[in-house]
């Protein structure tokens, strides 16, 4: 539903005979195009009829990419069960309390204590990534076990020293792996990715370097980068405030369950931040990546109730770009900019960012401990898979061996082989404020006219039960052209829709005919005049 060439929207489906299992159910970020859409969700019709064989939805960890659907989808899933680790069911369970009508538990799957779900072995086994209790899955099937290596990398210094359980991983490996599912977003880069615990030296140096408020904005599930943000702000003797109610969350959450030790007294309430001197304050702030309304954003416009950018203050941004959300977060640096803050980023300074995703030579590890048969590389574009194909084919493996799907292409596996399946229709859900899938394409296209384009309304006024007897046109122009300053092209138009329905009178049999006259006539009439193509919303008036 989700996860094939591309990084975001993560949803796959297993299927065997009557029994079907879920893994993960994440957000999309919509692209510059799709204007007024908050964000995507996985296209989960093909389930619709199949609700009474879905065994369990499993998670294998707490990001928003691989959880934030959750409010949307469930509820067509029908009570659906759900299983995580310990923090991801946590997060999980603290996001649905804010929505009604939604099943609140997530069961815990404990890593390394297999579960049966119908014909599913399913077992979830520790890894490295970018928020603490990140599992990769163990699915045993009647035709062969897959391992299912959703994000990840092996960081055998990690933060909270939890290190990657090598051993499951290479057991299941010495078992025999028919189908390796591969995280491969870092196929692109040579080596291994560093430790996120690299970046302690980072936040060391530049919070040693800030004359007012250390500000570090990050994704608001990267729990681990925030702990780290703390930890520099505690040996500096700076309070921590947090802008944003999915960090806070967040934060609460790992606190609660002890993935997250901060002293007594460190955390204050954003309301009181601007009571302290700014040398003496660290705030956690949401909106890394621009999301329009998010705490930093509404920081850069300076209209945030708790706090303001001053000349001294520091911003670091400890996140990499989002595909499609690179213009946002440009345009948010450039603001805070404009307010005198020093504005920390990977373009002018290297060592910000350690990413959560396996480099080249974490994946060649991977496919080394579970010497699978077939690879499928997920959760990257296409040109990602692309690279991780070459870099299978450079460990021995043959192309007919690395599956390359389509978005929306199936995958049969067999105890001989796995092969590429046929298509199913998945498009686009994208959620708009309340409504959610009732903006399809027609409309993101009528929004883009819109917004390039403008809008003309004709107000077509005729005799009653004569509808070729014009009496008046109005147009009343918006985004396309000031209608003070051009009431000639405006008066050349309505004159140009008068003459058009005198010369076809005898043609005009409905209203709905008339409409259509009116707008091709200016349609034509505007861009010959001028270039453009406003739409044209042609209203019929009977007087």
């Known amino acids: 539903m989700g996860g094939f060439g591309k990084v975001t929207s993560n949803m796959f489906v297993y ?42 939805l499993v998670l294998t960890h707490g990001h928003e990419d691989h959880t934030g659907a959750l409010p949307y989808i469930l509820p067509q899933l029908k009570n659906v069960p759900v299983y995580a680790s310990k923090l991801t069911a946590h997060l999980v369970m603290e996001k649905l309390a804010e929505y009604e009508g939604i099943p609140k538990l997530v069961n815990i799957l404990v890593p390394g204590q297999p579960l049966t779900l119908g014909k599913f072995t399913v077992e979830s086994t520790r890894i490295s990534h970018s928020i603490p209790d990140a599992t990769n899955l163990i699915i045993k099937t009647p035709v062969g076990t897959v391992y299912h290596g959703s994000d990840f990398k092996f960081d055998f210094s990690p933060v909270d020293s939890v290190l990657p359980d090598v051993g499951a991983i290479a057991a299941a490996g010495n078992s025999g792996v028919q189908l390796l599912l591969s995280d491969c977003l870092g196929s692109e880069r040579k080596g291994y990715t560093p430790s996120e615990k690299t970046l302690e030296e980072m936040f060391e140096r530049e919070i040693n370097t800030c004359p007012g408020k250390f500000i570090v904005t990050t994704m608001g599930s990267n729990i681990s980068r925030f702990r780290q943000a703390i930890d520099a702000a505690v040996r500096h003797g700076r309070r921590v405030a947090v802008l944003g109610r999915s960090i806070g969350r967040n934060l609460n959450v790992a606190q609660n369950l002890g993935y997250l030790k901060v002293p007594k007294g460190v ?16 705030l956690l ?77 974490d994946l060649l590890l991977m496919m080394a401990l579970t010497r699978p048969k077939y690879l499928l590389p997920i959760g990257g574009t296409y040109r990602h898979m692309v690279q991780y194909s070459r870099l299978a084919q450079s460990m021995g493996y043959q192309a007919s061996q690395i599956l390359l799907p389509e978005f929306n292409q199936t995958i049969d596996m067999s105890p001989e082989d796995v092969k590429l399946g046929s298509v199913v229709e998945v498009k686009n859900v994208m ?40 009496e008046n046109v109005d147009l009343i122009s918006r985004g396309f052209v000031f209608n003070k300053e051009n009431t000639n092209l405006l008066s050349e138009a309505s004159a140009q829709v008068k003459q058009n329905v005198s010369r076809k009178a005898g043609h005009i049999d409905s209203e709905r005919h008339l ?15 001028t270039g453009r193509r406003p739409m044209i919303l042609p209203v019929v008036v009977e007087v």
Do not use: W
């Open 515 to 529: 409409r259509e006259l009116v707008a091709d006539t200016l349609e034509r009439f505007f861009f010959e005049k």
């Open 15 to 56: 299927e065997y005979g009557d029994d079907i299992l879920l893994v993960d159910c994440g957000i999309g970020f919509p692209t510059e195009d799709m204007l007024g859409v908050d964000l995507l969700i996985p296209d989960v019709s093909y389930l619709k009829n199949k609700h009474k064989s879905i065994r369990a």
């Open 267 to 282: 955390f204050i309430d954003p309301k009181q931040a601007r009571r302290f001197p700014p040398q003496n304050l660290c």
């Open 285 to 361: 702030v949401a909106g890394s990546q621009g999301q329009t309304g998010s705490a930093m954003d509404r920081l850069s416009m300076g209209e945030h109730q708790d706090a303001a950018i001053k000349s001294g203050d520091k911003i670091v941004f400890s996140s990499d770009y989002i595909p499609g959300t690179e213009s946002a977060t440009q345009s948010l640096i450039d603001s805070l900019s404009k307010l005198g803050a020093t504005v920390v980023y990977s373009n002018i300074t290297d060592n910000l960012h350690v990413s959560g995703h396996g480099s080249q030579q």
């Open 431 to 470: 959620v708009d404020g309340l409504g959610v899938g009732d903006v399809g394409h027609v409309v993101l296209r009528d929004r883009q006219v819109l917004a390039e384009e403008g809008v003309v309304v004709a107000v077509v006024q005729t005799k009653q039960n004569q509808l070729s007897q014009i």
